[in-house]
Nanobody, 116 residues
Framework: EVQLVESGGGLVQPGGSLRLSCAAS????????MGWFRQAPGKEREFVATITSTAGTTYYADSVKGRFTISRDNAKNTVYLQMNRLKPEDTARYYC?????????WGQGTQVTVSS
């Protein structure tokens, strides 16, 4: 059974940091590109960051570039999202996605709230 389980969300003040984790199982993690997406209330889900399977090349949305860092540990089947200098507009539910060609899997998400 494929599982993607996100963790690490919570309430943080503006300017603070959080690190999200996504633990994967049930598929060959190292073969899949991994990504983070987010969805705020009343808005569509949007791309945040992705990391490729082999070279580990990373891509970011302009809104998070320079503040967020995506990384992966293939030995632990886990992908991370380090989020620094958080802003209220980063408030959303964050989802992990695995993709290999047309095949993709999603996690259930973890809530991040940035508020004073």
């Amino acid at each position: 059974e494929v599982q993607l389980v996100e963790s690490g969300g919570g309430l943080v003040q503006p300017g603070g940091s959080l690190r999200l984790s996504c633990a994967a199982s049930g598929f060959t993690f190292s073969s899949y590109s991994m990504g983070w997406f987010r969805q705020a209330p009343g808005k569509e889900r949007e791309f945040v960051a992705t990391i490729t399977s082999t070279a580990g090349t990373t891509y970011y949305a302009d809104s998070v570039k320079g503040r967020f860092t995506i990384s992966r540990d293939n030995a632990k089947n886990t992908v991370y999202l380090q989020m620094n200098r958080l802003k209220p507009e980063d408030t959303a539910r964050y989802y992990c996605k695995a993709r290999l060609g047309p095949r993709e899997y999603w996690g259930q998400g973890t809530q991040v709230t940035v508020s004073s």
